[in-house]
């Protein structure tokens, strides 16, 4: 069975798709941040106006770790995704290195979205809701809340760094594919070359030695009495 290998275009199309997907993909997780944020501002509001914690309100701490996890770990499949796109770039040899080093950028950064400080707080508000203690939930959702405003910048800086991204792809692969149309004519003008070394000088040129030829031909078909 012969294995096909995937053309230049299909590979330069699989990372367009990568792009765009990615792109997407960070938009929405920062929608999502967004809207955990501004919930955990309301919750933060009715646990200082309520002296008690009931239930529904457990359940809504709960509820917002959980999308808060849900985001982090969007993140993390956002950086994978990155990973792959770097290593079929690579492998396939399809863009300049500048063009390399800023998709390894955009990579270092999407790893460095979620801060240590904000994987401390969620992990202080695991254990805090765990031990139902109001206290403790309230200063670790207090903490979380100053962490998630550097998780929201550094995504709104990933989205920025992507369209970037796309933008200079773009311009490199019209230029990679002139290179490689220019190549392949020089080639072709190699090519022809070496198959037709007649075909080389100008017309009259031509004209004037195939008449030579003629002649030269004609005089050695007389008798030697007539010459």
Same mark, same amino acid.
């Given at each position: 069975c012969e294995i096909r290998l995937p053309s230049f275009e299909e590979m330069y199309a699989a990372v367009d798709e990568d792009r765009g997907v990615q792109l997407k993909d960070a938009r929405e997780t920062l929608d999502q941040q967004k809207d955990v944020a501004e919930d955990l501002k309301e919750v933060l509001r009715e646990m200082k106006r309520d002296k008690n914690m009931g239930w529904e309100q457990q359940e809504q701490v709960k509820e917002l770790a959980a999308r808060q996890d849900e985001v982090a770990r969007k993140v993390e499949d956002l950086a994978q995704s990155m990973e792959r796109s770097l290593s079929r770039m690579e492998q396939g040899r399809l863009f300049s290195p500048e063009i390399l080093e800023k998709v390894q950028q955009i990579n270092e950064m999407v790893r460095d979205v979620q801060t240590p400080e904000f994987r401390e707080q969620m992990k202080r508000l695991q254990e805090a809701i765990q031990n139902l203690d109001k206290r403790e939930i309230q200063r670790a959702m207090e903490n979380l809340q100053l962490t998630q405003e550097d998780l929201a910048r550094n995504l709104d800086r990933t989205i920025e760094m992507l369209k970037q991204l796309q933008r200079e #792809? @773009?311009?490199?692969? =019209?230029? #990679?594919?002139? /290179?490689? =149309?220019? $190549? /392949? #004519? %020089? +080639?072709? +003008? #190699?090519?022809?070359?070496?198959? %037709?070394?007649? @075909?080389?000088?100008?017309?009259? $040129? %031509? %004209?004037d030695g195939e008449q030579d030829e003629a002649g030269d031909r004609k005089a050695g078909d007389q008798p030697e009495d007539e010459k």
């Open positions: #792809q @773009s311009l490199d692969r =019209m230029i #990679q594919q002139a /290179e490689q =149309m220019l $190549e /392949e #004519q %020089r +080639n072709l +003008n #190699q090519e022809l070359s070496g198959q %037709r070394p007649d @075909s080389t000088g100008s017309p009259s $040129e %031509r %004209r």
